[in-house]
């Protein structure tokens, strides 16, 4: 069995010739790459991601999406005294009349 001395000298001689096969290969495929690249004649402003116009999707003005409070609740039902703030789907206990369930104002 292998001395634990043995085995960093192993692993410090693998991780050189995997840096020397890297650097190998690496410089095979930039030179594929400038090859094809003068074959179809693109240049690096070709090959890089196009800047899109306006801001990026997802993007929000000041990060205020994760900083946003909950709206207060604008409506109440007083047998079970759950709240609605009046935005998205409204719930059933509403019904036809919501001004019936409104909270006052203080």
Excluded: C, H
């Excluded at 930039?30 to 070709?46: C, H, T, W």
């Amino acid at each position: 069995m292998a001395t634990y001395k043995q085995l960093m000298a192993q692993k410090e001689a693998l991780e050189a010739q995997l840096a020397e096969v890297r650097a190998n290969e690496v410089a095979g495929v930039i030179e594929k790459i400038r090859g094809l690249m003068a074959d179809y004649g693109l240049s690096v402003e070709d090959i890089q991601e196009k800047r899109r116009r306006g801001r990026p999707a997802g993007s929000t003005s000041g990060g205020a999406a994760a900083a946003k409070e909950p709206l207060p609740p604008k409506y109440r039902d007083p047998k079970t005294g759950k709240t609605w703030s009046g935005r998205g789907r409204a719930p059933a206990w509403l019904g036809k009349n919501p001004n019936r369930f409104l909270i006052a104002e203080e």
